[in-house]
Structures are given as C-alpha cells and as structure tokens.
Nanobody
Framework: VQLVESGGGSVQPGGSLRLSCEAS??????????MGWHRQAPGKERELVAV???????NYADSVKGRFTISRDNAKNTVYLHMSSLNPEDTAVYYC???????????WGQGTQVTVSS
C-alpha cells in the first residue's frame, strides 16, 4: 500500500487547512480498513490525531476534538483531515497511515509539514 499526502503548509493561528491522502496498491481494498493521521512535533513522540474506518467509525485525539474533522472517500481511496482553529501547538509533520483496523497502522506516508505561526 502506498500513501501520498498533500495539503500541508503555513497558516496563521485561527486559520484552517485541509490535508489529503490517497492510497494505492493491489491489496488495498482487501487489507485496509482504517485510515488516519498521526503527527510528530519537534522533540515529541508521534501521536494519533484522527482515524476513520470504511464504515465511518472515527476516533480523535482529545486535543483536536471539535476543531478537526476526518472524512473519507472510499471510491477514491482517499482520506481527508479538515483542520480549523489551528494554534501553534498543532505545528508538526502530519503522517497519513493505513491499516487493517484502528490502532494497527501498517503503512505510512512520507509526511507533510503543517506550521501554525503569526
């Protein structure tokens, strides 16, 4: 499974961004149920941001609840992360991931930088 992210960049506090991640691979449809996003800030461990299954079940980190929304287009094998009310603590490299179920990512994208700064 290959994952390609897009949509990162720089934004001012309070702003919004949308990340996209398209998956491909011959076994994707049979081996992958969960897709999501983790992030890693400088000097910190990688942490879960949000994840969604094919059926639409979602899970969010407490720090992003009410500000971020994860969605998925199964026909396009694409997952989106809509981020709003961004603050400097959201600055990180955001990694797309996919796996057979929530909590077991087995494939990762290359990462996309999100910087929130005035």
């Amino acid at each position: 499974v290959q994952l390609v992210e897009s949509g990162g960049g720089s934004v001012q506090p309070g702003g919004s961004l949308r990340l996209s991640c398209e998956a491909s691979g011959s076994f994707f449809s049979t081996s992958i149920d969960a897709m999501g996003w983790h992030r890693q800030a400088p000097g910190k461990e990688r942490e879960l941001v949000a994840v969604i299954t094919r059926s639409g079940e979602t899970n969010y980190a407490d720090s992003v609840k009410g500000r971020f929304t994860i969605s998925r287009d199964n026909a396009k094998n694409t997952v989106y992360l809509h981020m709003s009310s961004l603050n400097p603590e959201d600055t990180a490299v955001y990694y797309c991931n996919a796996g057979p179920s929530i909590g077991f990512p087995s494939a990762w994208g290359q990462g996309t930088q999100v910087t929130v700064s005035s």
